[in-house]
């Protein structure tokens, strides 16, 4: 027999789907992952304090809430499976989901893959992150770790360049650090950043290292021409280089934009296979928040309820 729903991914949007189909008798099935694309639970398992949450008015830490989206999830009946998906086959019905214990058939499925930040892979980053090291300066530069000091951002797009203004509310001065001698970010970005007095850019320059015992103290820097290097004291470092979404799987399968990221229908979360549908970060490139992510899961569950029902699928 056939699944109703498949659910792959097992941050804000898997889970939020998974309510919302097991509240409807879907009795979804949801792969947590195991290592590929990072932990389950997503990007809010290696997060520390949440404050954006709403619901959660002193802050959340990121590992509990997710659990919590877990616990709900298993209270309406979601049946969690805490493997990596190695297969899917999109091309016939219905769908057929894998991994290296099960093999799956399923009338819809939902894709909650989530992305992955990119890393500068720093001799001491695994050590400092989340303590002074972060990957969404939207996410937590508002954190009293980070109020009133000096900060570094890397980077040389418009990521960096809104990431850099952002933090200009709560710094006493931000650090772009760019490889190169220009930025890529769009005009009107870099004239905010370049006229920005609590903005220095620091041309062809990269970072080396992080200093710090317990949190973030310092960079330690190189200039790309002399070799030179020095250290800058700052206390925290923001990536703002990109992310690579987890899609790895859907290649020539789904349509995918041309950074990797899953296609969706406009004001839906319908992908280019009727019956597949897209939520989170795996199909957001521009807003990657908790809240955004969820709120799609929502939308992603409601899309495939109302797609099985028009298809004559829900037993």
Not at 51 to 71: D, K, S, T
Not at 97 to 118: F, W
Request: hydrophobic share 40%.
């Amino acid at each position: 027999m056939s699944e109703q729903v498949v659910i792959i991914g097992s941050g804000p949007a898997g889970h939020t789907a998974a309510i919302y189909t097991a509240r409807a008798n879907l009795q979804p099935v949801l792969f947590e992952g195991f290592s590929v694309g990072g932990i389950p639970g997503g990007q809010l398992m290696t997060t520390t304090d949440v404050e954006n949450y709403p619901g959660f008015p002193q802050g959340v830490q990121g590992p509990v809430l997710m659990e919590a989206f877990r616990a709900q999830s298993v209270r309406f009946g979601t049946r969690l499976l805490n493997e990596d998906v190695t297969h899917v086959e999109l091309a016939s019905r219905p769908f057929q989901v894998a991994s290296a214990q099960h093999q799956l058939k399923t009338n819809s499925l939902i894709i909650a893959t989530g992305a992955t930040a990119k890393r500068l892979e720093l001799p001491s980053e695994n050590r400092l992150w989340n303590r002074g090291i972060s990957a969404c300066a939207v996410c937590d530069g508002a954190l009293p770790i980070f109020r009133g000091k000096e900060l570094v951002v890397v980077g040389g797009g418009d990521s960096a360049a809104e990431e850099s203004t952002y933090l200009t509310k709560f710094a006493a001065k931000v650090y772009l650090i760019h490889r190169r001698d220009q930025l890529r970010a769009s005009r009107i970005m870099q004239q905010r950043v370049l006229h920005n007095p609590k903005i220095g850019v620091l041309w062809n320059t990269v970072v080396e290292d992080v200093v710090g015992e317990e949190l973030v103290r310092g960079v330690r820097l190189r200039d790309v021409k002399t070799n030179q290097i020095r250290e800058l004291p700052c206390g925290g470092l923001f990536y703002a280089i990109g992310f690579t979404p987890n899609t790895a799987l859907f290649k020539g399968q789904l349509e995918l934009d041309a950074a990797g990221y899953l296609v969706t229908q406009p004001g839906s979360t319908h992908t280019s296979v009727p019956g597949v549908f897209a939520c989170g970060d795996v199909q957001d490139k521009r807003y990657r928040q908790a809240i955004t992510a969820a709120g799609s899961g929502c939308m992603a569950a409601m899309d495939c309820e109302r797609w099985l029902t028009e298809q004559d699928r829900v037993v």
